[in-house]
């Protein structure tokens, strides 16, 4: 499955406010530093804040005035991987640049983990001036919680920026794929299989089912009734249904995608070869939940790539095929967006393994 992504243009002035008046009427009024004349603006479509006026991003608060120092990930040809529980940005050989804790002593930033405004759990959140991933770099998301990052400058991206799932293990706020045989995690989770039928000579089992988010996941794939049995008995096992769709357009609250199922065993065949007993695949993660706020504008270059992909089904022997989990959430808030021609934002579902009739 793929899942719509949520754009939001917040309406505000490129001037810095030094006093904003929240209206009844939904707008601000926006008086300037430098002794301008005051201006209103709106309507605020997320709302009004004193201290940021129409800013107000979803799911966190609006604190872009104490956000930090710039922050821009090295443009060398490695893998750096963020926390969303820790806030720490690490290399996959080691090394850091930014260290886990509230305040980074190296770039000032900050991480800190709120809870959210609309009923969710909580998130992580790292707040910079400006965040910069350049050409060639890639930066992963990992962890438990969805990782928000506010920026009270420019977000720009040339890179990659990917907060899918790893194989089993769901992305920053997603949910994990099912082990052979259950069902994945999460409130969409795929559902495993019926057990195979005992005495199969193929594999006589529907397959397991893929993990739903903003619609419906993918189907377990089904046996058509007439498959024998060593007793010459016809067998038909239908579509395994997917898990229930979940979570509002709007990524209010924000939440990460559910787990495929694992794949289920051909009741007690066996092939006679130690070596191709049953082995059914893990189920695919579900991507995980990232929410890009910047006060100024968020632009996708060309190159640059915004993901959140469920992950594949895993591989089996002589069992039915595990299924992908399912696409995650993006959210992106910010007066001007800008994905160029060239550049890319995704959130597809991973797909189910094919199954082994050996």
Known sequence: MRLTIFFVL???????????????DGTATLCPDDAGPCFRVGPCSLGCDPMAGCLVPSNVSSDFLDAGGDLTIPAIDLVWRV????????????????????VDPQTGTRFEIEQQADG?????????????VPAGTKLEGYGSLPLVIRAAGDITIQGVVDVGALAEAGGPGGF???????RGAGPGAGVAGPLGTEGCQHLCSAGSSGG???????AGGSIALGVGLEDGGPVDFPATPAGLAYGAASLTPLVG????????FPGSYTSGDPGLNPAPGR?????????????????????????SPGAGGGGCISAGGAAGGS?????????????EIGGAVAANGGGGAAADCT
């Open 176 to 182: 994990n794929g099912g082990p052979p045989g259950q």
């Open 10 to 24: 917040l309406f505000a002035s490129a001037s810095v406010a030094r006093t904003v008046t929240c209206e009844p």
């Open 257 to 264: 995608g559910s787990g495929g199922a694992g794949g289920v």
């Open 212 to 218: 739903s988010f903003g619609a419906v996941g993918g």
């Open 120 to 132: 969710g759990g909580p998130v992580g959140v790292l707040s910079v001036g400006r965040l910069g």
């Open 327 to 339: 696409g995650g959430a993006l959210l992106f808030e910010a007066p001007f967006i800008a994905v």
């Open 83 to 102: 926390s969303s529980d820790t806030g720490a940005i690490e290399r996959w050989d080691g090394g850091a640049v930014r260290l886990a804790g509230p």
């Open 283 to 307: 189920g695919g993660g579900g991507g995980g939940a990232l929410q890009l706020v910047s006060k100024v504008r968020i632009t996708i270059l060309p190159g640059g790539v915004v993901t």
